[in-house]
């Protein structure tokens, strides 16, 4: 079972994992990562070797392109085929990872695009729903 690995500026991976827990019910394979900028980059790769799995994939999920969480992954994980490193988190990309952790014809940059999907404008979307429905 792969293992996934919520990584952010700030408590904001921790967030995450607890609104997880709270829509899933619980999270197993899952840690959260959290940089305050009082660690340096070197503690900050330690506590995520710490939760990294060594005998099965890894997912990494990063708040932010090009922030130190991320260049952090990348400078450790980079060629590393066990590691996936995906940035940046929202929760409907988040719980699909999760419920895909033991699913080995998974594709974790999947995730992505549920994230992408997830991403919209509600009142527009409600608006273009009602029109049609007016058809």
């Given amino acids: 079972m792969r293992k996934l690995i919520l990584v952010s500026h700030g408590d904001l991976a921790q967030s995450y994992l607890n609104s997880l ?6 999270h197993k394979n899952v840690a959260a990562v959290t940089f305050d900028g009082e ?4 503690e900050l790769g330690q506590r995520i070797e710490a939760e990294r799995s ?6 990494i999920v990063v708040d932010l392109p090009g ?4 260049n952090v992954c990348l400078e450790r994980y980079a060629n590393d085929k066990q590691v996936s490193i995906l940035a940046s988190l929202n ?7 999760y419920l895909n952790l033991s699913n ?15 991403l919209f404008d509600v009142a527009a979307r409600l608006a273009t729903t009602d029109n049609d429905d007016d058809e």
Wanted: overall charge negative; charged content about 15%.
């Fill in 21 to 26: 827990d709270m829509i899933a019910g619980g």
């Fill in 39 to 42: 660690i340096s980059k070197a």
């Fill in 54 to 59: 060594t005998t099965s994939e890894t997912v």
């Fill in 67 to 70: 922030g130190t969480p991320c």
């Fill in 91 to 97: 929760l409907p990309m988040i719980l699909d990872l």
């Fill in 104 to 118: 080995e014809t998974y594709q974790p940059a999947s995730a992505l695009l549920v994230g992408q999907d997830n």
